[in-house]
């Protein structure tokens, strides 16, 4: 057995997993199949070094452009024109600054979220954060459903129930992209996101909305936000489908595919790398938010339709309100595009969750057939009780859930970065630790808000 580090190597990067390791006795990595199997090419330039850490920042930008967003985002749009703009940006600089404390913690420790919470946390904390992390991730499934579902319905006429049953069947796409490689993986979901990017590049074009409007939007925000119950539902489910629980685990984890070298000076590399990907990602989805909102703000704000908050309404009218006959199918092709890859995201983040708090392995098909069928029942329950009117509803409510799962992956992630005895010199520096504090204060102050005023019926 290896002997214990002493007290000048555990403060290092890479040792302070040793009680982790005596505690569980599994040293297995994380998502070990694909483990740094990404070559980073020692000695490159500047600009081969970052591309070889391309991908993983872009596979964690689709959960903040899932179909969740989409529902969040022309509500939001309908009802309050560009307000919720600066919540959309607001969300967006929370993203950019979690994802890239996440990526520092895999690096950093070699360990994803879930693997440091089972190692530092008691076991009951441990056990509550797991499940918190489900139903977070149900929740986000739930929303893959709808969304796939609808635009499969929108594309070709498939009913929603038969849709939503038809989406069980990406467990055996995620199968087929994870066994050709993880860079084939990475590159399947780049090219849904250019689909993604171009649809609504062309609905933005068409739409001619306000400069002005959109900036003083972006960068004022109004008091009615956190005063009008209303607009502080719609704000905490755009928080909800952008700042996504699950993406923290997810991210932890993927950056460890690249075979940086694991020494100090590596890591520090790779942290760098990792973040610049991650961040660059992340305004790709900040667009792509903000020009749902945007188009859902020209075309009904304005013009009478403020009442529209389901995807199938916003299909039927956008042509005809943009005055291009093209922009409701770009609106369904992004939809598809969103909601196939998000079954890749949640499908490794569920891997990673329950490998990591339970080290329970079981074949990817079957996790992904039993997660997507728990979010299947409830679909087809409200489709078939109240028809199509009520997945708004519940595409919504999925957000909301997965805001207010937020504090139980934020306060763990922040506590672990900013500890020097678990990240040794790679800790995060004060200034940045009183920010993120301040962040994850401000989620748990909105989220006690919103369920105040949730059951006190205000």
Known sequence: MTPPPSDAEATLPGRADWHFLERTGDDRPSLPEVHASVTVPAGATWLRRFFAFVGPGYMVS????????????????????????FVIMLSNLMAILLQALSARLGIATGRDLAQACRAYYPRPVAFLLWIACEFAIIACDLAEVIGTAI????????????????????????????NKGFRF??????????????????QIVAAQPSVSAIFGGLLIPSPEIVTNPAMLYIAMGIIGAT????????????????????????????IKWATA???????????????????????????????????DQAYKLLSPL????????????????????????????????????????????????????????PVVAVTWLYGEKGTA????????ILSMQLPFAVIPLVQFVSD????????IPRGVGVITWVVAALIVVLNVKLLYDTFAGI
């Open 243 to 270: 700042v996504m629980p699950h993406n923290l685990y997810l991210h932890s984890s993927i950056v460890q595919t690249r075979a940086y070298e694991r020494t100090e000076e590596g890591r520090r590399d790779a």
């Open 151 to 178: 635009a499969l319905n929108l594309l070709f006429g498939i009913p929603l129930i038969a849709g939503a049953i038809i989406t069980a069947l990406d467990a055996f796409l995620l199968l087929y992209l994870m």
């Open 185 to 202: 993986l990475e590159a399947f979901v780049g090219a849904l996101l250019i689909v993604i990017f171009g649809c609504f590049a062309v």
């Open 62 to 85: 689709v959960g903040y452009m899932d179909p969740g967003n989409w529902a969040t985002d022309l509500a939001g749009g309908a009802q309050f024109g560009y307000t919720l703009l």
């Open 393 to 400: 509803e519940l595409l919504i409510l999925s957000q909301v």
């Open 322 to 377: 943009l005055g291009l006959s093209i922009a409701s199918v770009l609106f369904a092709v992004a939809l598809l595009a969103s909601g196939l890859n998000s079954t890749v995201t949640a499908t490794l983040a569920g891997q990673i969750v329950m490998e990591g708090f339970l080290h329970l392995r079981i074949p990817q098909w079957a996790r992904r057939l039993i997660t997507r069928g728990i979010a299947i029942v």
């Open 277 to 311: 990907d991650s961040t660059i990602a992340l305004m790709l989805a900040l667009f792509v938010n903000a020009a749902i909102l945007i188009v859902a703000a020209v075309a009904f704000h304005g013009t009478g339709h403020q009442d529209v908050a389901e995807i």
């Open 420 to 427: 020097r005895r678990k990240m040794g010199t790679l800790a």
